[in-house]
C-alpha cells in the first residue's frame, strides 16, 4: 500500500522507512529537516523537505495515500522552559494541521509515534496496601539519597510493576505534554472524521542512526559519548531506575505490524500499545552493558546526583502489542546495547 511517512529522515523514521520499503509498501517521505535534529544537513534522496504544520499546503502528496505514519516531532525531555511554543507548534499544531489535511484527501488511518513519556510515573505496589499512585519525589528525599517511592498510607518503599495501557496519562515534561496532546488530538479526529488509529507508546529506543550526544538525547548515546571520550558514564541516583530499551529495529517492526492493523480494521478505533523489549534492565545495568560492547574496560560512576523532572521506574507491559497486533521484539538488552557501543550514528 501507499504510506505518507512524517519525519522520514529522523533515527526512527530511517528505519521505519526502510522496514515499509521491505515489506513491499510504497512510501511518501516528508520531512523538515529540523535544525535542532539535522544542523544544515540536506534532505536524503526522495524526501519531500516540508513542514507537517503547512500540511494544508502540500496535502497533494496525500493523494493515493491508503494511511499516514506520523513520526515528525520535536523530541526530548524539554530541557528548557523556553522549549515548550517549540513542543506546541511542531507536535500539537502538526499533528492537528496533518489531521485535518487527511480528512480533506479522504485518507482515515494513522499511526502516531507517541511514547512512555505520556504515563510519567510508572507503576507502584505496596506489599499492604496494593497499587499506589506515589505522588512526585520530595527534594529533601533525593538530597538524603532516598530515590524510591514510598507508599502514601504506610510509608514503605514501593515495588515497581509494568505499566498497561490503561495506566492514567500523567505528563511531567513540555514534551510529555506535547505527546498526550497528539493522542488526543487524533482520538478527537477518529470521532469526527469516522477514522481510525494507532498510537504506539515507544519506550527508550537505542540503536543505529541514533542522534548522538546532545541534551535531548537519550541516555544510551549519552553513556556512548562518554566512553568514546575514554570517560566513566555517569549514571544518576543509584543506578537502580528500571527501563525497557527497546531497539530502533523492533520499533520499526511494530510500525509495520500497526499499520497493516489499522488498514484492516473500520472506522472508530483508537488504540494505544507499549512498544518495549519486555526485558526490564537498570540504568546502571544499560551503561555496564554499553560499556562492554566498546571493550575499553571503563566502569560506570554511580553520582548520586538526581534531576528533579525524573521519574523513578517505569517499565511496561507488552502483552496488549503481543495480543492485537502480534508483535514481540526480537532484540534483547543484553545482545543489542553491546552492539549499540559501535554502531554508526547521525552525526
Ligand atoms: N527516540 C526515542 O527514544 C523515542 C521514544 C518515544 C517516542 N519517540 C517518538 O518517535 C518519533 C521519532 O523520534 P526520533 O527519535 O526519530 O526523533 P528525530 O529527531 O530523529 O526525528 C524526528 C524527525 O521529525 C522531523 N520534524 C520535526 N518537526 C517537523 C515538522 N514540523 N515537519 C516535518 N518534519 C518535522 C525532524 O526533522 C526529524 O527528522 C517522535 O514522534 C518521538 O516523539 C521517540
Not at 36 to 63: S, Y
Not at 98 to 123: N, Q
Not at 156 to 169: I, P
Amino acid at each position: 500500500m501507499r504510506v505518507l511517512l512524517t519525519g522520514s529522515a529522523g533515527f526512527v523514521g530511517t528505519a521505519v522507512g526502510s522496514a515499509l520499503e521491505d515489506d513491499g509498501h510504497e512510501v511518501v517521505r516528508v520531512d523538515l529537516m529540523l535544525p535542532m535534529a539535522h544542523g544544515a544537513g540536506e534532505p536524503p534522496p526522495g524526501t519531500h523537505r516540508v513542514d507537517v504544520r503547512d500540511a494544508q499546503t502540500w496535502g497533494e502528496l496525500l493523494a493515493g495515500v491508503e494511511v499516514v505514519c506520523h513520526q515528525a516531532a520535536v523530541v526530548g525531555a524539554g530541557v528548557k522552559v523556553g522549549d515548550l511554543p517549540d513542543y506546541a507548534a511542531h507536535n500539537d499544531l502538526g499533528t492537528a494541521a496533518l489531521l485535518a489535511a487527511m480528512h480533506e484527501a479522504d485518507v482515515r488511518r494513522l499511526v502516531l509515534a507517541s511514547s512512555m513519556v505520556v504515563y510519567g510515573e510508572g507503576r507502584y505496589a505496596c506489599p499492604r496496601h496494593g497499587v499506589q499512585a506515589p505522588p512526585a519525589r520530595a527534594r529533601d528525599a533525593l538530597d538524603a539519597g532516598d530515590f524510591e517511592n514510598h507508599c502514601p498510607v504506610c510509608g514503605t518503599g514501593l515495588g515497581w510493576e509494568l505499566v498497561d495501557e490503561d495506566a492514567r496519562l500523567d505528563p511531567r515534561s513540555s514534551y510529555a505534554a506535547s505527546k498526550v496532546a497528539q493522542e488526543h488530538y487524533t482520538s478527537a479526529w477518529v470521532r469526527q472524521a469516522d477514522s481510525s488509529a494507532v498510537a504506539l507508546r515507544y519506550h527508550n529506543v537505542y540503536g543505529p542512526g541514533m542522534p548522538r550526544d546532545t541534551p535531548y538525547s537519550g541516555v544510551a548515546a549519552m553513556f556512548r559519548s562518554s566512553l568514546e571520550r575514554g570517560e566513566p558514564p555517569q549514571v544518576f541516583e543509584d543506578g537502580g531506575q528500571m527501563r525497557d530499551f527497546v531497539h530502533v529495529s523492533d520499533v520499526a517492526r511494530a510500525n509495520v505490524a500497526a499499520l497493516e492493523s489499522v488498514v484492516g480494521s473500520g472506522v472508530g478505533r483508537f488504540d494505544a500499545y507499549n512498544v518495549c523489549s519486555g526485558e526490564p534492565v537498570s540504568i546502571l545495568r544499560v551503561a555496564e552493558l554499553v560499556g562492554k560492547g566498546t571493550g575499553a574496560g571503563i566502569a560506570p560512576e554511580v553520582t548520586g546526583g538526581y534531576r528533579l523532572g525524573d521519574v523513578r521506574h517505569v517499565v511496561a507491559s507488552p502483552a496488549r502489542a503481543r495480543a492485537d497486533l502480534g508483535f514481540e521484539a526480537g532484540v534483547g538488552p543484553a545482545e543489542g546495547l553491546p552492539a549499540f557501543a559501535t554502531a554508526p550514528l547521525r552525526a
